[in-house]
Every structure is written in C-alpha cells, then in structure tokens.
C-alpha cells in the first residue's frame, strides 16, 4: 500500500510515485458525481420541455357510462360527445381543427355538445373555427355554449357564426330531444364570468323523470344551482383545461376555480346528480400541458 502524505500549503491528498519519488495528487470523485448529476437533472429537464409540447397533441378519448333511471329505454346505449376549449389560434391550427372534426365524426355520435371557448381570444379566429366545426356531424344534432374567451373575442360574431355553421346555441335556452318515442331535456347557460344565467329555459316543462343535461361552461356554476339540483341529472363542463399543467395528474398549482382542485377534472357525483369536467382540447399562453391530456369525452346513456 502506497503511503499518504499530506502538504499543508496545498490542502490535498498527495501520493508517492512509483519509482521516481515524486509526489503526484489523488484524483477527487466529487467532481465526476457532480457533473454526471448535473448532466442527469439536465436531460430530466428537457425530457419534461419535450413532453410538456408533445402532450398537447395527444388527445385522449374519454368514456364515461352514466347510468341513471330517468333515461328513457329509447336513449339506452346513446352516445353523446362532449368537447371544450378548442382555442384555435396560433397555437391550436385549422388542420388540426379539421383533424378533430374527422375524429370526432369517426366516433358516430348521436349527439354533440360544445362546451364552449372555441377561439384563442382573437375574433379573426372566429370564422375559420366554425367553418371546420360546420362539418360535425350528429343525428341528433350538434350544440353548444359560449365560454369566457368567446366573449372576449365578440359573443355577437361567436353565435352568428355557431348558427351559420348549423349549430344550436344552448346559452340559457332548452331543447326537447325526442328519440324512439322518447325524449331527453338538454340546455345551457351562459358563462359565469361574463354572461348571466337562466335555468329557466331549461327547466321548463321538465317532469320529476325526465332526463336532464346541463352544459355550463365554467364549473363552478354546480355550486349555484341549489334549489334546481334534483331537476338536473348531468352537468358537462370545461374552462379549468383540466389544470393544464399538473403535479403527475394528481394536482395543479393553477386552476381557474374558487373551489380549488374539486372541479379541476374528471366525474363529482354530487347530491342527485353527476358533473363531469373535461380536461378541454386546447390551451391557453403557455401552449404546454402536462399529465392533464386533452379529451374527448363520450358519454354513453344507460337505462338504470
């Protein structure tokens, strides 16, 4: 074993050579670990840029079974597809617009809900959106409310535009579907934050059994509904995006709700009736998400 000396001016480790006498310093391994640390916390970083890009582009179909009494035997097995917050712009393209029409259309819908925030602020963005979304297709046809970026891009052009692309506005209003001799009731109100709310529509003429959606485009309207709850069976709701950018899925530091992570995604089952968030399509500055995927979301009726 080769002797360790120590030289005081220097404050390293020295050893003797091999048969020239001379001293020559050990080599540190902290440097190595360093810089292989450093090289590890840097990849983990680009892998999380790379991925945080990428998932925007990889939307998620969604299927949620809703089973319930007040579904008429004539809507048993009823599809129903629900998307929100497209934001086409500049960071949500027309091709890819028109991608998401093919796909959605590929997954023969009875029915279509739109639950608002078509367009990315800007109101040149209008008239592209809905040429492309004119292009769904639905037996039962296609609706839709107006979310809070909507408005801020022109709700007057937003719904002239919706109508002129064949589809219905749901903004405080209700409509009668009627299928095998049965019917549903479904309808909307207006965004929380930038339009008022109406239940009435909705609920005029419901009876106790009948079956009741809901599309309210920011989900803290379920906390305003009180007295009218146990007339609504299904609340489809979008804004939140789903936090966007979330710790692995399990919590986001951002959510556009007063209510926390209660309303960030997914299905609440609340006292008599069911609300389901969508983690949206598209995004808001930065184009990013993380571990909140975009969706479409299907939700098949079942007799219960």
Known sequence: MKPIFVRKDAGAAWSKGAGDGRMKPVTSSKQPKRSRLLTCLFALAALIFLYAHLEPFWIATKTIPIMDADVPTGFDGTRIVFISDIHHGPYFSRPRLKRLVQRINALKPDLILLGGDYVHRSPRFIRSCF???????????????????????????????MVKAGIRPLDNRGYWIFRGGRRIRIGGVGDLRTDTQDLRPLLSGVKADDFTILVSHNPDFVEEIGPFADRIDLILNGHTHGGQVTFFGLWA????????????????????????????????????????????????????
């Open 131 to 161: 040429a492309e979304l004119a292009h769904l297709q639905a037996p039962l046809g296609v609706y839709g409310v107006l979310g809070n970026h909507d408005h801020w891009a022109g709700a007057a052009a937003s719904r002239e535009a």
């Open 253 to 304: 530091p951002l959510v556009p709700s007063k209510y926390g992570q209660k309303y960030r995604t997914g299905v609440i089952d609340l006292a008599g009736m069911k609300a389901i968030v969508s983690n949206g399509i598209g995004t808001v500055t930065p184009p990013v998400r993380f571990f909140a995927r975009p969706q479409i979301v299907v939700v098949v009726l079942k007799v219960g």
